[in-house]
């Protein structure tokens, strides 16, 4: 099970922080990955980090703004946004993939477990 938080309202140019905690013993076996979902539109890949890191990968969106990073010894993977623009308002899912990450991201079907989803607010 995952289960994300950290999201909320925020003025454009803020910052915020989520959160995904996984229960069990085996985070770290997974790629971990970061999606969005905005009112009308599909989800899409924001960001994703190796199984036991450090390779990281980015949508050219976020790129330069968010940072993806992982505690292993959390059971947690981060998504730090800054310079928020109102158009990252979406609910962003954590992911986990069996796939290691350590080559190339894995696609979106390669996750096997999602998060319910935290709302992420960016005001103009």
């Known amino acids: 099970q995952l289960v994300e938080s950290g999201g909320g309202l925020v003025q454009a140019g803020g910052s915020l922080r989520l959160s995904c905690v996984a229960e069990g013993r085996t985070f770290s076996a997974y790629c971990m990955g970061w999606f969005r979902q905005a009112p009308g539109m599909e989800r899409e890949f924001v960001a994703a980090?190796?199984?036991?890191?450090?390779?990281?990968y980015y949508a050219d969106s976020v790129k330069g703004r968010f940072t993806i990073f992982r505690d292993d010894a959390k059971n947690t993977v981060y998504l730090q946004m800054n310079s928020l623009k109102p158009e990252d308002t979406a609910v962003y899912y954590c992911?986990?993939?069996?796939?290691?990450?350590?080559?190339?991201?894995?696609?979106?079907?390669?996750?096997?477990?999602w998060g319910q989803g935290t709302q992420v607010t960016v005001s103009s």
């Open positions: 980090i190796a199984r036991s890191g450090p390779r990281t």
């Open positions: 992911a986990a993939s069996f796939a290691t990450g350590w080559g190339k991201p894995p696609r979106t079907s390669e996750y096997s477990y």
